[in-house]
Nanobody, 122 residues
Framework: QVQLAESGGGLVQAGNSLRLSCAAARDTFRRYAVGWFRQAPGKEREFVATTQWDAGRAFYADSVKGRFTIVRDNEKGTAFLQMNNLKPEDTAVYYC???????????????WGQGTQVTVSS
């Protein structure tokens, strides 16, 4: 079983930034695409961003494009989600996950972290 550990969530005012981290065992992490998803209260989980195993490609949800950046460091077994110009509608629990190939579909991700709360106040 692969364990993922997210960190970096918190409470920020709109317009500010946060950087989320996702750590996993390096030897596994480097072979998988990594994705970020989020789930707001009363809503379904939604795709945020993903990058393939070698960071050659990345996809973003339209709602975060231009504000969020996904980065990975395979040597450290860590992925980051840099979130700039945060908005109240970005408030959610954010999850990182690993998939065998780059995809925006949550059901295709095999391993999931426990999530980290991001709250953006207006």
């Amino acid at each position: 079983q692969v364990q993922l550990a997210e960190s970096g969530g918190g409470l920020v005012q709109a317009g500010n930034s946060l950087r989320l981290s996702c750590a996993a065992a390096r030897d596994t992490f480097r072979r998988y695409a990594v994705g970020w998803f989020r789930q707001a209260p009363g809503k379904e989980r939604e795709f945020v961003a993903t990058t393939q195993w070698d960071a050659g490609r990345a996809f973003y949800a339209d709602s975060v494009k231009g504000r969020f950046t996904i980065v990975r460091d395979n040597e450290k077994g860590t992925a980051f989600l840099q979130m700039n110009n945060l908005k109240p509608e970005d408030t959610a629990v954010y999850y990182c996950a690993l998939a065998r190939f780059i995809t925006t579909t949550d059901t295709e991700y095999e391993y999931w972290g426990q999530g980290t709360q991001v709250t953006v106040s207006s």
